[in-house]
Antibody, heavy 120, light 111 residues
Framework: EVQLVQSGAEVKKPGESLKISCKGSGYSFTSYWIGWVRQMPGKGLEWMGIIYPGDSDTRYSPSFQGQVTISADKSISTAYLQWSSLKASDTAMYYC?????????????WGQGTLVTVSS | QSVLTQPPSASGTPGQRVTISCSGSSSNIGSNYVYWYQQLPGTAPKLLIYRNNQRPSGVPDRFSGSKSGTSASLAISGLRSEDEADYYCAAWDDSLSGPWVFGGGTKLTVL
């Protein structure tokens, strides 16, 4: 069974750093892309970026380029999304999802989401 | 402002057929596949339709997708209370807005 399990909810202060994770199981982790999607409170879905764990090829949405870093450790089948300096506007639910082909927004399995709250 | 335009809300009564539209441009829907996602309250999104009109295994055939020109539609027939959710369209976009773009979402209410 394909599963993506994300790390737990986080409460941080502005300016702090954060790294959240997404662990894949039940499939060949290095053969599929892992994408990240943001959902701000009461808002829609926004694609942030994507990584291919097989060779760490990473692509970012223009809106998120330079704002976050996506990485992966294929030895433990885990992808990461990190911030170096959080802002209150980063408060959102973040989802990871599996993608068979970067050329299409085909996200066939999703993690349960990680809620990030940034508040002073 | 989302690149793909969806109505913010839609509604129907049980058993009815409802459609949700998704309007784009030549750089996205007009030249690429459309995907639809369903997000039930408090849960992660779920892939509902891929490549314009294909259903993943397990998705009831009450759900169907279509595309014409720069617009796409999701149709739900035999509406059920458990279909009450947010629905999002998505597509690859060849312009600087992309490469992946989502619609703003449509909240479907089953009356």
């Amino acid at each position: 069974e394909v599963q993506l399990v994300q790390s737990g909810a986080e409460v941080k202060k502005p300016g702090e750093s954060l790294k959240i994770s997404c662990k894949g199981s039940g499939y060949s982790f290095t053969s599929y892309w892992i994408g990240w999607v943001r959902q701000m409170p009461g808002k829609g879905l926004e694609w942030m970026g994507i990584i291919y764990p097989g060779d760490s090829d990473t692509r970012y949405s223009p809106s998120f380029q330079g704002q976050v870093t996506i990485s992966a450790d294929k030895s433990i089948s885990t992808a990461y999304l990190q911030w170096s300096s959080l802002k209150a506007s980063d408060t959102a639910m973040y989802y990871c999802a599996r993608n068979p082909h970067y050329g299409d927004p085909h996200l066939d399995y999703w993690g349960q989401g990680t809620l990030v709250t940034v508040s002073s | 402002q989302s690149v793909l335009t969806q109505p913010p809300s839609a509604s129907g009564t049980p058993g009815q057929r409802v459609t949700i539209s998704c309007s784009g441009s030549s750089s996205n829907i007009g030249s690429n596949y459309v995907y639809w996602y369903q997000q039930l309250p408090g849960t992660a999104p779920k892939l509902l339709i891929y490549r314009n009109n294909q259903r993943p295994s397990g998705v009831p055939d009450r759900f169907s997708g279509s595309k014409s020109g720069t617009s796409a539609s999701l149709a739900i027939s035999g509406l059920r209370s458990e279909d009450e959710a947010d629905y999002y369209c998505a597509a690859w976009d060849d312009s600087l807005s992309g490469p992946w773009v989502f619609g703003g979402g449509t909240k479907l209410t089953v009356l």
